[in-house]
Nanobody, 121 residues
Framework: QVQLEESGGGLVQAGGSLRLSCAASRNILRRNPVSWYRQPPGKQRELVARISTDGSTNYADSVKGRFTVSRDNAKNTVYLEMNNLKPEDTAVYYC???????????????WGQGTQVTVST
């Protein structure tokens, strides 16, 4: 059973920084794209950033220029560096990956349990 585990969340003042980590119980993160999602209080989950296996990245417009997603394949870990945090960044942050399990293209989704990020004014 593959497990993803996020860490690094916490309480920070506006303008501050945090670095989230996503680690996997098996060596899957280096072979698959990995995304960070967040779910603000009372709102739907939304895509924040994504990193492909070749290292290319995509970001939501709301975090461009402030957040950076990266991967360390040797550690089987993906990071989300968050700078200049704003109160509207307050949310539970999740990492996600989808693994293709057979030649027909069937896949399995994996989500972490989430880590809380709270940005105070």
């Amino acid at each position: 059973q593959v497990q993803l585990e996020e860490s690094g969340g916490g309480l920070v003042q506006a303008g501050g920084s945090l670095r989230l980590s996503c680690a996997a119980s098996r060596n899957i993160l280096r072979r698959n794209p990995v995304s960070w999602y967040r779910q603000p209080p009372g709102k739907q989950r939304e895509l924040v950033a994504r990193i492909s296996t070749d290292g290319s990245t995509n970001y939501a417009d709301s975090v461009k220029g402030r957040f950076t997603v990266s991967r360390d394949n040797a550690k089987n870990t993906v990071y989300l560096e968050m700078n200049n945090l704003k109160p509207e960044d307050t949310a539970v942050y999740y990492c996600y990956t989808r693994v293709v399990v057979n030649v027909e293209g069937a896949s399995v989704e994996h989500w972490g349990q989430g880590t809380q990020v709270t940005v105070s004014t």
